[in-house]
């Protein structure tokens, strides 16, 4: 598995994340591809995956696995702070 296959997930708008995983599957014909996000994001990449392993490509791909975590970090003020992370990972069927 290549980072090249990995769909990060931020606030760009919902249907540019749905169409890069369908792009992965299609276009590069990739077998497997990462969605990843941290925080806030996470709904948004569950939807994601959601709409393009049921809608765009249903019966095309499945959801392989999910992994979950945390990442901890300094803030600009010094404090600890730990903001969860999902990884969720499509596969053709």
Do not use: H, W
């Amino acid at each position: 598995m290549t980072e090249d296959n990995a769909i990060f997930i931020g606030p760009k708008p919902f249907m540019n994340y749905v169409t890069g995983v369908v792009m992965q599957f299609t276009t590069k014909n990739a077998s497997e591809v990462v969605v990843k996000a941290r925080g806030k994001f996470i709904s948004r990449a569950v939807d994601v995956c959601e709409v393009a392993s049921k809608r765009f490509l249903d019966g095309i791909i499945a959801v392989k696995g999910i992994k979950i975590d945390s990442d901890a970090f300094k803030s600009p003020e010094g404090k600890e702070v730990r903001v969860s992370t999902i990884e969720i990972t499509l596969a053709k069927n």
